[in-house]
């Protein structure tokens, strides 16, 4: 075992601790090793909602939680995390898909787009129409413009009150 030797530096700074050369070789190995542990490091889908494509689940808002990882996970491995984050419904549709039509990020997000996102925004905007049809009925007026806000709110709409 290597013998370390401390001394202490030539400094007045009470905060400076003894160094010695074999503590930054130390140093280097350790930084290596974790380096070596983050290569291998992979994301769990710990922390992550599913996602099942049941009707009033917001497809825009679960992909978001993705969208922010673009830049930091390679797209093999996002797209890995997308579909263990698939459910039920949702899960069927990606196997049914996999392989063929979705063989990327590129073409999940697409086909992602098509099958939910979209259907789902035609969905909300059709119940923003049928409500303003409707009109309060027997509801009051407040109620009535907060139920309005909340339909705007999932279709992208302003609504200023």
């Known amino acids: 075992m290597k013998k370390k030797e401390f001394t202490k530096k030539e400094t007045s700074d009470p905060l400076d601790k003894p160094t010695s ?11 290596d090793i974790f380096q070596k542990l983050l290569q291998k490091f992979s994301i769990t889908s710990t922390g992550f909602r599913k996602f099942s494509g049941s009707p009033g689940e917001n497809a825009y808002e679960w992909y978001s939680q993705f969208s922010i990882l673009e830049d930091q996970i390679p797209p093999g491995k996002l797209l ?41 925004s035609k969905e909300s905007q059709e119940n923003f129409w049928k409500l303003i049809f409707k009109g309060p009925g027997n509801d009051s007026l407040l109620n009535f413009v907060r139920k309005l806000k909340i339909e705007t709110r999932s279709n992208k709409l302003a609504l200023d009150v």
């Open 21 to 31: 050369g074999d503590v930054d070789e130390d140093k280097g190995k350790d930084m």
């Open 80 to 120: 890995e995390l997308i579909r263990i984050n698939l459910i039920k419904d949702a899960e069927l549709w990606y196997r049914s898909l996999e392989g063929e039509e979705i063989n990327n990020l590129e073409s999940f997000k697409l086909y992602f787009n098509e099958e939910y996102v979209i259907l789902q």
